[in-house]
């Protein structure tokens, strides 16, 4: 199995490369790219990927230290 990395976007979503297993709530495994883009502001219609509302609603994804 090949390494992942997870980065944090700045005020986007998270950037997940590697080979993901993810799975939904029944347990079926999604068919999922190489790198896949995770939404980290809550409101993407497509839940749990990223469809670019984080730019329409001017998301503000700044980390706390």
């Known amino acids: 199995m090949s390494e992942v990395t997870i980065t944090v976007g700045e ?8 080979d993901i297993k993810l799975t939904d709530d029944g347990g079926r495994e999604l068919d999922l790219p ?19 509302t984080h730019t329409a609603i001017d998301f503000d994804g700044t980390l706390a230290n």
Do not use: A, H, T
């Open 11 to 18: 005020d986007g979503p998270y950037l997940v490369q590697g």
């Open 34 to 52: 190489y790198d896949v883009q995770l939404c980290r502001c809550g409101r993407s219609e497509n839940q749990p990927f990223c469809d670019g």
